[in-house]
Structure formats: C-alpha cells, structure tokens
C-alpha cells in the first residue's frame, strides 16, 4: 500500500470535536467594530475609559517602563512563583501592611486574575475532590468555566435581584448557613462584576462572623481594588473575611487598576492555619503553576514593582487611581440624575452596573441607537465618554417607555 493510502486512512484527530457556541461578549466586540454609525456606544467592554474615550497607560506606569528599559538587565527566568517582590508588595496592597509578617499568608505571581481564579480552584480540587463552592447569582461569566473546568461543584444562590436593583442578603446569608465547615464561598471583593452592587461594611461583619462561626473558606476575587471608593476602602471587606477565617483564598488583579490590560498581571494569595501548612500550600501551587504556564509574564510586575518601591511613582499611581475613581463616580451621579428609575446607579461602585432591561430591549438599544451591551443589561459605566452620557441615558429611558 502506498504511504499516501496509509496517511489518508488514518484516524483524525481533530474531527469529532463538537462545534462551540462563540463568546457572547467577543461577538458582542465584532458586531460594535462592525457598526458604521460613528456616534455608536459600546459600554460591554470592561476597560477604563477617559472623558475622550480613550484606555490611555498611566503616567506611573510609563515613567516604571522607561526605568526598566534603561535598568533591566536580563530576560532570563524567573520560576513558577514570578517576581517574588511584586508578590509581597501586593500582599501589603491586598491585606495592609500588617499582613507583611503573617507567615501564614503566601502568594504567587499568576497570569492576570483569570489565573489566580484557575490555579486556585486547582488548589481546592487537589485538596479536596468532593469540594463545593457557593457562587452568588449572576456573577462574572468567567467564573464558572474557569472553577467549573478544574473539576470543584458549584452551588449557586441568588445575590441580586435584577428588577429591584437590590443585593438579595438574607437569601446569600441563608446560603452561608446551609454551608458546611470546611466549604468555599466566592466572593467580590469589591466593584461587584456584573452588577455594581456591593455588600455594605455591617453586612460583611456578618459575612465574616458566619465563616468564623461555621468554618467556612472564602475564596475572594478583588479584582477592581482602586476603582470603588478608594485603594484601602476596597479592601476592607477582604480583609474582614480573611482575619475571620482560618483558611482563605485571594485572587487579585492589577489589569485595571494599574491599567496592564494586555501584560496579564495577577496573584493568589491563600491563608493556611499554620505557617508549615502554608509552606506545603506554596509547594503545591508551584507544582501546579508549572504545568500550566511555567513562569507567569514578567513585564506588568516589573512594571508594578518599580512604580510601588519608588516613592513618588507609588504617590502618582495612587492619585491617577483616585482620579479614576472620581470620574467613575461622577458618571454615576450624572446618570443616576438624568431619570428617577436610573437612581440606584449612584449608589453602586465600580466599572460595571446592570440595567433592568429584557434582552429584547437591550437588542432594540443596539439596533435603534447603537449602544451595545452584555444582553444581561451589564453596562460599563466608564466605557462612557463625557459627551455621550445624556445620548445614552435619554436612549435608555426611551427603551424603558417603550
């Protein structure tokens, strides 16, 4: 038989894979690209935006940038824990200054936050095969193919009711209660992603008094730290929660808060009840970062470790950072002012808050105004320029008339 019949009667590999469903929010991305209509709005991407509608690189960041290019001298490997300094820099972020000594408090440098939220429920899946994590509705889409694909069961409760506009407290505190000791609870740190809706400073006292009393395990992602009320505020329920709790997991991410998007700069933090259990904890993720991308990307820690060790670049970041938070506010107030039925926007924190629209009217948005959005009703609320806040707030009560 010839070669060429062998390799044709060969099996193929690839053929009986199943067709996937496209990304909603990358099809989203395509159809906003493809619109002509020059005044278009797409608020479904979350990245900050300036009054002119621009994702500019901080001033901090730049300045780091240029110092690393005069100063880096290799490009050889790191390892699988990545630049250990940013680590213990952020730590002090994440968990205040204090933490700096908590020996039972390790970290690790990871491919944004998506791989802190990964690697983690890789942790708790190697740890424990029979693990459950309770996860509030709705959440980050990503959420669930991300703790969903390392195999951990998740048991969903309601957190926000999208037609009141309101956290659903009693139902999650409910949940908490039917936890068992032992098992993981996710929650937003802050800048709740996709409602905007965060838990108040009582109400994470009593989320905290429920993982000391029950032994629960809270796996936090802070992904927006910076962005809602200011760089410390948002940390405060974080670091209620894991004080509280014997064992704790942190997934943070500089993408938006340094604004290194693109360069996917994140770290997991995970509280153990001894420091020897924190130091099998560490050799475990190792093992596990190793074979999923081997050393995480250098640049945006490079970058966030000089602007944080250099006094005047950390004290730049932090005002650009509060700048941004103002900005974010004030679009808050203006569209919370433009309509008695958008009130609820002031109240909320973030980038992102979620309209109570039907998808058919979210589809009347986009094909009337062209203003594109998550179907869900999740906006970017500082995807807005200054100029198109009234177009697209007089849009929406135009939609919510009928």
Not at 37 to 54: H, L, Q
Not at 281 to 292: A, H, K, Y
Not at 297 to 320: F, K, M, N, Q, T
Request: proline content about 4%; glycine content about 8%.
């Amino acid at each position: 038989m010839a070669e060429g019949s062998r390799v044709a009667e060969a099996p193929k590999l690839f053929d009986h894979l199943e067709a996937q469903a496209s990304d909603s929010l990358l099809a989203l991305i395509a159809m906003a690209k493809a619109d002509p209509r020059p005044d278009k709005i797409d608020v479904g991407v979350g990245v900050y935006r300036d009054a002119a509608g621009g994702t500019p690189i901080l001033r901090a960041v730049k300045a780091a940038e240029r110092i690393l290019l005069e100063t880096q001298e290799t490009k050889s490997y790191l390892g699988s824990q990545g630049d250990p300094r940013f680590v213990e820099l952020m730590k002090g972020i994440v968990f205040g200054q204090g933490a700096l000594s908590d020996e039972r408090i390790i970290g690790l440098q990871t491919p944004g936050g998506c791989g802190a939220l990964r690697l983690g429920a890789d942790l708790i899946e190697k740890a424990d095969q029979d693990a459950r994590i309770f996860v509030g509705q709705p959440t980050w889409p990503n959420h669930a193919p991300l703790i969903g694909c390392a195999g951990v069961e998740m048991v969903d409760y309601c957190y926000y009711d999208k037609a009141t506009t309101t956290i659903c407290f009693d139902q999650m505190m409910d949940a908490f209660e039917q936890a068992r000791a032992g098992e993981l609870i996710l929650l937003h740190g802050c800048c709740h992603n996709p409602t905007g809706a965060d838990l108040n400073l009582d109400q994470w006292h009593a989320v905290a008094e429920v993982v000391s009393r029950r032994g629960l395990v809270p796996f936090v992602d802070l992904a927006y730290q910076g962005l809602g009320r200011g760089l410390e505020e948002d940390a405060e329920g974080t670091r209620l929660v894991v004080e509280a709790a014997d064992q704790a997991l942190v997934a943070h991410s500089c993408d938006k808060n340094f604004g290194v998007y693109r360069e996917r700069t994140g770290s997991l933090f995970v509280k153990a009840s001894t420091r020897q259990a924190a130091e099998v904890i560490l050799g475990n993720l190792l093992g596990l970062s190793r074979t999923m991308w081997s050393m995480p990307p250098d640049h945006g820690a490079a970058v966030a470790r000089v602007v944080l060790e250099d006094p005047e670049l950390r004290a730049d970041w932090r005002a650009e950072l509060q700048e941004m938070c103002a900005r974010i506010r004030s679009l808050r107030s203006r569209l919370a002012a433009y309509d008695p039925r958008l009130a609820y926007i002031a109240d909320q924190n973030g980038m992102f808050s979620m309209l109570p629209l039907s998808s058919d009217e979210v589809v009347a948005l986009r094909e009337s105004h062209g203003i594109y959005m998550a179907n869900s009703g999740r906006f970017n609320v500082v995807g807005l320029s200054d100029e198109s806040v009234e177009r697209f707030a007089a849009a929406l009560v135009e939609v919510m008339d009928g």
